[in-house]
Protein backbone atom coordinates (compact mmCIF):
# COMPACT_ATOMS: atom_id res chain seq x y z
CA UNK A 1 0.00 0.00 0.00
CA UNK A 2 1.13 3.68 -0.74
CA UNK A 3 -0.07 6.39 0.94
CA UNK A 4 -0.33 9.76 -0.79
CA UNK A 5 -1.78 12.92 0.77
CA UNK A 6 -3.98 15.12 -1.57
CA UNK A 7 -1.22 18.15 -1.47
CA UNK A 8 2.10 18.10 -0.23
CA UNK A 9 0.85 20.44 2.91
CA UNK A 10 -1.42 17.25 3.49
CA UNK A 11 0.95 14.87 3.15
CA UNK A 12 3.44 16.60 5.53
CA UNK A 13 1.17 17.43 8.30
CA UNK A 14 0.67 13.48 8.11
CA UNK A 15 3.88 12.50 8.53
CA UNK A 16 3.96 15.61 11.55
CA UNK A 17 1.35 14.14 13.83
CA UNK A 18 2.99 10.33 13.81
CA UNK A 19 6.12 11.82 14.37
CA UNK A 20 8.09 10.03 16.99
CA UNK A 21 12.10 11.28 16.32
CA UNK A 22 12.77 14.69 14.25
CA UNK A 23 15.27 13.48 12.74
CA UNK A 24 13.82 10.83 10.68
CA UNK A 25 12.61 13.99 8.81
CA UNK A 26 15.30 14.76 6.69
CA UNK A 27 14.92 11.19 4.65
CA UNK A 28 11.52 12.57 3.27
CA UNK A 29 11.31 13.61 -0.27
CA UNK A 30 8.01 14.54 -2.51
CA UNK A 31 6.64 12.59 -5.85
CA UNK A 32 4.02 13.85 -7.70
CA UNK A 33 1.73 11.27 -8.47
CA UNK A 34 -1.07 11.99 -10.61
CA UNK A 35 -4.50 9.70 -11.63
CA UNK A 36 -7.98 9.89 -13.27
CA UNK A 37 -10.56 10.50 -11.59
CA UNK A 38 -12.18 7.14 -12.44
CA UNK A 39 -9.55 5.09 -11.24
CA UNK A 40 -11.17 6.50 -7.39
CA UNK A 41 -13.35 4.61 -5.09
CA UNK A 42 -14.62 7.16 -2.26
CA UNK A 43 -15.04 6.29 1.47
CA UNK A 44 -17.97 7.41 2.22
CA UNK A 45 -17.47 9.50 5.88
CA UNK A 46 -21.19 8.56 7.13
CA UNK A 47 -19.79 4.80 6.77
CA UNK A 48 -17.58 5.29 9.00
CA UNK A 49 -17.81 4.45 12.87
CA UNK A 50 -18.61 7.21 15.42
CA UNK A 51 -14.55 7.23 16.73
CA UNK A 52 -13.17 6.44 13.38
CA UNK A 53 -10.61 9.70 13.45
CA UNK A 54 -9.60 9.30 17.08
CA UNK A 55 -5.77 8.89 17.34
CA UNK A 56 -6.11 5.41 18.22
CA UNK A 57 -6.14 3.35 15.05
CA UNK A 58 -10.01 1.68 14.54
CA UNK A 59 -9.68 -1.94 13.33
CA UNK A 60 -13.31 -1.09 11.57
CA UNK A 61 -11.08 1.24 8.76
CA UNK A 62 -8.24 -1.34 8.63
CA UNK A 63 -10.92 -3.95 7.80
CA UNK A 64 -12.11 -2.07 5.51
CA UNK A 65 -9.03 -1.12 3.76
CA UNK A 66 -7.83 -4.27 3.68
CA UNK A 67 -10.92 -5.52 1.94
CA UNK A 68 -10.69 -2.62 -0.81
CA UNK A 69 -6.73 -3.92 -1.38
CA UNK A 70 -7.91 -7.73 -1.48
CA UNK A 71 -10.98 -6.83 -3.83
CA UNK A 72 -8.47 -5.06 -6.72
CA UNK A 73 -12.06 -2.76 -7.15
CA UNK A 74 -9.99 0.17 -7.79
CA UNK A 75 -6.38 1.48 -8.06
CA UNK A 76 -6.89 4.44 -5.71
CA UNK A 77 -9.10 4.63 -2.43
CA UNK A 78 -9.90 7.85 -1.42
CA UNK A 79 -10.35 8.25 2.48
CA UNK A 80 -11.17 11.44 5.08
CA UNK A 81 -8.24 12.36 6.77
CA UNK A 82 -8.38 11.76 10.21
CA UNK A 83 -5.88 15.12 11.36
CA UNK A 84 -7.73 17.70 9.44
CA UNK A 85 -11.13 17.31 8.75
CA UNK A 86 -12.35 17.76 5.38
CA UNK A 87 -9.04 16.82 3.98
CA UNK A 88 -8.04 13.54 2.29
CA UNK A 89 -5.60 11.07 1.71
CA UNK A 90 -5.19 8.65 -1.10
CA UNK A 91 -4.68 4.86 -0.58
CA UNK A 92 -2.73 3.68 -3.66
CA UNK A 93 -2.55 -0.24 -4.53
CA UNK A 94 0.42 -1.18 -6.41
CA UNK A 95 -0.50 -4.13 -7.24
CA UNK A 96 -3.70 -3.01 -9.55
CA UNK A 97 -3.78 -3.37 -13.18
CA UNK A 98 -4.29 0.34 -13.65
CA UNK A 99 -1.29 0.84 -12.34
CA UNK A 100 0.29 1.74 -15.62
CA UNK A 101 -2.00 4.60 -15.82
CA UNK A 102 -0.39 6.94 -13.18
CA UNK A 103 1.35 9.59 -14.07
CA UNK A 104 4.39 9.80 -11.55
CA UNK A 105 6.82 12.83 -11.47
CA UNK A 106 10.79 12.99 -11.04
CA UNK A 107 11.42 12.48 -6.94
CA UNK A 108 12.73 15.91 -5.37
CA UNK A 109 14.06 17.32 -2.47
CA UNK A 110 11.57 18.15 0.67
CA UNK A 111 12.47 19.84 3.86
CA UNK A 112 10.13 20.98 6.61
CA UNK A 113 10.65 24.47 7.81
CA UNK A 114 12.58 24.29 11.04
CA UNK A 115 10.03 25.85 13.36
CA UNK A 116 8.03 22.42 12.66
CA UNK A 117 10.60 20.03 13.82
CA UNK A 118 12.61 22.05 16.52
Same mark, same amino acid.
Given at each position: ??????? /????????????? $???? =??? %?????????????? &???? $??????? &? +?? +??????????? +?? +?????? /??? $????????? &? %??? =? =??????????? $??????????????? &?
Amino acid at each position: MVYLGSS /LAQAGFELVVHLE $KSHV =LSA %FRQLKVSFDDRCIV &EVDL $KSLPNGW &E +AP +AIDPVTQILGD +AW +AAGSES /LIL $KVPSATIYG &E %FNY =L =LNPTHPDMTTL $KIGPILPFAFDPRIV &E
